[in-house]
């Protein structure tokens, strides 16, 4: 008898925790749907009434897309909130080509893409009727890197570049590159191949013949294990996006690369210029003409261009020249 | 005889030396892990403990790492607790009283069986395939909390439903005979007689399956859990981010300050890890007492 009643209580328990659950959950599905007719009725009031947009902007901005974009949109999205904080800004990193798969699907409002869209991709998108405009918004630089203690480098050619990193390089050591360098082995270090970086160095130094996958070099995801890899071994080199040899430029040396005509060394300057060449690159959001007539995202778009100039040198890329910058303005008038 | 004696003696000596070096071998074996998890734990410590403020609870993230903080990430992962734990215990338990109650002894309970065991092994990284394929696309439920939601709930119901089935099966079966001999029912029984023992072990297996849950990150990744989201969810279907990920987040990010900030999210993380632990042994023990 006894021992009945205290299962029941025990029971008792378990149901009243259960419908504590519940109530939480249902709790969260109502203010939810308020919370988004709410957002809706003042989409409409925004889209009737022009004037008063910029006081009262909500909704939802999706974005997805580069990783290495990300710091950019992160940087535009956080600086947007602060004048519109009603406005959500979602923003994933599935990569570049990720990115435009769900764009062309229609289910993000912007793409970050780190590369200009490939020809399929477009193809996708006007399968499906998405019409799109695209924005350039930073450069990066690669940076090529050797350990601070590398005393013998001053420059390398892109031949060089080719010769040691190419798929199928007999290069063991660094008298293999240069007769001049050392009879020393050569310590690899490469961002993985689902990076848009090893994309872009593959195709910019490598011509699409891709990256030498022996003992000699070691791949890893995190740029900082690189930036440890290279730094810690006084006759490595390795290759990353401009921010991490920025933020560690006290245990790096920078090689300066010679495309043609001559030396050039990564910096703000010779990125912008266009005379760190081929290993600088634009960075593009792409957005959808359909949702860019939505008040809040056609508000976010410009707030980007206008602002991404003063936002890329803090998050460790370079601004387009401001001249580029209208131009790009112009496009989403 | 003496001759004999010493060779025992000798055997003797032998096998303590064997007993010995096995004990040392165990020994060392134990405190590898043990040594490890320290190391890790004193090296996060270290890095994330100067950044373990308020700011961390009650912020947003941003680029900047001063005032970085997780709120979102926090909140998501806590409502997904809160869907995920009413949805896989009436699921996991369901199917646990099925299996060992109801069912019979046939095959086709023992495929399920043999099923449930192998997923219980399946790679997390396939329940997000999974996840996406079915709650993402299928059932248009977009990248929102919900569709998260139940996507652990798949990932967690194996584990919580052998975690029951071993709590439901460690009842005596005289318990179950008394309660048949007084003329109760299946569900009486179940009920009354057989829940009330199982409810601790049962218990303690939801919340170690949530505890595995909430440190998930390869499904969220896949059904697309966002990187930066910089307001709270307020629907089931609003889209959200969880701790592991804004740790990885601020893990791939160059500056140092960052690593800081994800040491200090792994703090919080194994924190909410040990209470969930802490607080199943504490039901269990006193669950134990009452029955």
Not at chain 1, 2 to 16: E, N, Q, W
Not at chain 1, 269 to 293: C, H, M, Q, W
Not at chain 2, 6 to 30: E, Y
Request: proline letters at 4%; a negative charge.
């Amino acid at each position: 008898m006894f021992k009945g009643k205290k299962g029941k209580v025990v029971l008792m328990l378990m149901m009243s925790m259960l419908v504590v659950f519940a109530a939480a959950c249902g709790n969260n599905a109502n203010s939810g749907n308020t919370e988004n007719n709410g957002g809706a009725a003042t989409n409409n009031v925004a889209t009737n009434a022009p004037t008063e947009e910029a006081a009262k902007l909500s909704g939802e901005i999706k974005i997805d897309g580069s990783s290495t974009v990300f710091p950019l949109t992160e940087a535009a999205a956080e600086e947007f909130n602060k004048e519109h904080a009603d406005v959500r800004v979602p923003v994933g990193v599935s990569g570049t080509g990720g990115g435009f798969k769900q764009f062309c699907a229609a289910e993000i409002a912007i793409a970050d893409a780190s590369r200009p869209i490939k020809d399929e991709e477009a193809t996708a998108c006007k399968d499906a009727g998405i019409e799109y405009t695209e924005l350039s918004v930073a450069f990066d630089g690669l940076s090529v890197v050797v350990s601070k203690d590398n005393d013998f480098i001053d420059h390398l050619t892109v031949e060089e570049l080719n010769k040691i990193f190419m798929t199928g390089s007999t290069v063991k050591t660094w008298k293999d590159v240069r007769d001049t360098f050392p009879a020393e082995p050569i310590v690899m270090f490469s961002p993985g191949a689902d990076s848009g970086t090893y994309d872009y160095f593959n195709e910019a130094i490598l011509d699409k013949a891709g990256i030498r996958n022996d003992e000699a070099i070691s791949f890893s995801e995190d740029d900082n294990a690189l930036v440890q890899g290279v730094s810690g071994s006084k006759y490595g080199i390795g290759y990353f996006g401009f921010a991490y040899f920025e933020e560690n430029a006290d245990k790096l040396k920078v090689v300066p690369i010679d495309g043609g005509s001559g030396p050039i060394e990564p910096t703000y300057d010779t990125i912008k210029d266009g005379s760190y060449a081929p290993l600088s690159r634009p960075l593009f959001i792409y957005v959808n003409n359909k949702e860019l007539e939505r008040p809040e995202v056609k508000e976010f778009a410009k707030f980007y261009i206008d602002n991404i100039g003063a936002l890329a040198g803090e998050v460790g890329y370079v601004a387009l020249p401001d001249e580029q910058y209208a131009t790009e303005a112009a496009k989403i008038q | 005889m003496n001759i004999f004696h010493d060779a025992n003696r000798k055997q003797i000596a032998g096998r303590r030396r064997t007993d010995w070096l096995l004990h040392i071998l165990f020994v060392t074996a134990t405190s590898i892990g043990v040594i490890a998890l320290c190391a890790l734990l004193i090296d996060i410590l270290l890095d994330g403990v100067t950044r373990l403020q308020p700011d961390l609870f009650t912020n947003f993230p941003s680029r900047k790492a001063d005032g970085s903080g997780m709120k979102s990430a926090l909140v998501g992962t806590i409502y997904m607790l809160l869907i995920m734990a009413p949805v896989s215990f009436i699921f996991g338990v369901g199917a646990a009283i099925y299996l060992e109650e109801y069912a019979g002894k046939n095959r086709f309970t023992r495929i399920i069986q043999l099923n449930i065991s192998t997923l219980a092994g399946v790679p997390s990284i396939v329940y997000g395939i999974l996840g996406l394929a079915l709650f993402v696309r299928l059932l248009a439920l977009d990248k929102s909390l919900i569709a998260g939601a139940l996507t652990m709930t798949l990932l967690v119901l194996p584990i919580i439903i052998v975690s029951a089935q071993e709590a439901i099966r460690s009842v005596p079966k005289s318990r179950r005979d008394a309660s048949f001999a007084l003329g109760a029912t299946k569900w009486q029984t179940v009920s009354r007689s057989v829940m009330p023992s199982a409810i601790p072990g049962i218990l303690t297996g939801v919340i170690l399956a949530m505890s595995r849950a909430i440190g998930e990150t390869a499904p969220l990744v896949m059904i697309g859990a966002l990187t930066y989201v910089a307001y709270l969810p307020e629907g089931l279907k609003d889209s959200f981010t969880v701790v592991p990920i804004q740790v990885y987040n601020w893990l791939s990010k160059p500056q140092v300050e960052f690593q800081e900030l994800a040491a200090s999210g792994i703090i919080v993380l194994l924190a909410l890890l040990l209470l969930m632990n802490f607080s199943a042994i504490l039901l269990r023990n006193k669950y134990q007492k009452n029955v």
